[in-house]
């Protein structure tokens, strides 16, 4: 019912900067919120940021003042601009959104199929 396309990401030097882009698509009513989660080996699978439909953000501590999420509502997508990338932000990135789809009355998690993104020190 909701599909989510990642783009973005790849492989960058320490200090460098990358953007990724997620666009959601399919029967979608409202989504509430999107964001972007990130799975390291060895590691749980973590919130790195996320944004409601006005705009309030949600950043985890190790990425506060380096990444910036941002929303267009029309289009149903979300970006994360990431900047000063360290070798520790390597991980596995997924998109997520949270969408209440038409004809459906409760909202369900989506995802992504995840894009790779590489930190090389």
């Known amino acids: 019912q909701v599909q989510l396309v990642e783009s973005g990401g790849g492989l960058v030097q320490a200090g460098g900067s990358l953007r990724l882009s997620c666009a959601a698509s399919?029967?979608?009513?409202?989504?509430?919120?999107m964001g972007w989660y990130r799975h390291a080996p060895g590691k749980e699978r973590e919130l790195v940021a996320n944004?409601?439909?006005?705009?309030?953000?949600n950043y985890a501590g190790s990425v506060k003042g380096r990444f910036t999420i941002s929303r267009d509502n029309a289009k149903n997508t979300v970006d994360l601009q990431m900047n000063s990338l360290k070798p520790e932000d390597t991980a596995v990135y997924y998109c997520?959104?949270?969408?209440?789809?038409?004809?459906?009355?409760?909202?369900?998690?989506?995802w992504g199929q995840g894009t790779q993104v590489t930190v090389s020190s």
């Open positions: 997520n959104a949270v969408a209440l789809p038409y004809g459906s009355s409760r909202y369900d998690a989506y």
């Open positions: 399919g029967s979608i009513f409202r989504i509430n919120p």
């Open positions: 944004i409601n439909s006005v705009g309030t953000t």
